[in-house]
């Protein structure tokens, strides 16, 4: 089947430790996304890329790195420098502007 | 961006027409009127989208005015399933950025 799959479900990170979030796509989408999603609120745009190897910042980058070397991944490192990285993370890609974004399964980010 | 406002939460029964109202007061001509349904660790996914007037598929129908100053989604005979957060975004798709995901309506759907 077609679609966006995000590894692990769930994810520790003990203080001060870079963890990296996967997200791969086979819909052959071009532009892919991260959000952050914190109980009972909205989703925030943390990155997004609209090509290979060229990303933007969205609202909240500070904190986290990204890479797109491959149309179908587009990883999410959590630095150590984001304070507040529990949460649920949200990956999507889109075909085009014309489209409406896919959404995989989340992973979420506990702090030990 | 537009900004959205929809009610924080909704109830219903099973069987019942819900009609969840989203109001955008300052959208754009580029922007297009989004929905999206959210279960508890799950990711959005995708309603319905239109520009105007009626939209209509196989779960729901976006109805939408002459001034695009609002939005309606329209779900029939919703059923204890349907309980989920409803998002409604409005933003220029052509753009090619994302769109803003504001709090959504809490449906919640009894027997």
């Known amino acids: 089947d077609g679609g966006i799959t995000q590894s692990p479900k769930y994810l520790f990170r003990k203080e001060g430790q870079n963890v990296t979030l996967s997200c791969e796509q086979n819909?052959?989408?071009?532009?892919m996304y991260w959000y952050r999603q914190d109980p009972g609120q909205g989703l925030r745009l943390i990155y997004y890329s609209q090509i290979v190897n060229d990303f933007q910042k969205g609202d909240i980058a500070e904190g986290y790195s990204v890479s797109r070397e491959k149309k179908e991944s587009f990883p999410l490192t959590v630095t150590s420098a984001q304070k507040n990285p529990t949460a649920f993370y949200l990956c999507?890609?889109?075909?085009?502007?014309?489209?409406?974004?896919?959404f995989g399964d989340g992973t979420r980010l506990s702090i030990l | 961006l537009a900004k959205t406002t929809q009610p924080i939460s909704m109830d219903s029964y099973e069987g019942q027409e819900v009609n969840i109202t989203c109001s955008h007061n300052n959208i754009a001509t580029n922007d297009y009127i989004t929905w999206y349904q959210q279960f508890p660790s799950q990711g959005p996914r995708f309603i319905i989208q239109?520009?105007?007037t009626k939209v209509t598929n196989e779960v729901a129908s976006l109805f939408i005015p002459a001034d695009r100053k609002s939005s309606t989604l329209s779900l029939p005979r919703v059923s204890l399933s349907d309980t989920a957060v409803y998002y409604c975004l409005v933003g220029d798709i052509q753009a090619g950025t994302a769109l803003i995901f504001g709090k959504g309506t809490t449906l919640s759907v009894s027997s």
């Open positions: 819909l052959n989408h071009d532009a």
């Open positions: 239109g520009y105007k």
């Open positions: 999507a890609s889109r075909q085009d502007s014309h489209q409406p974004q896919h």
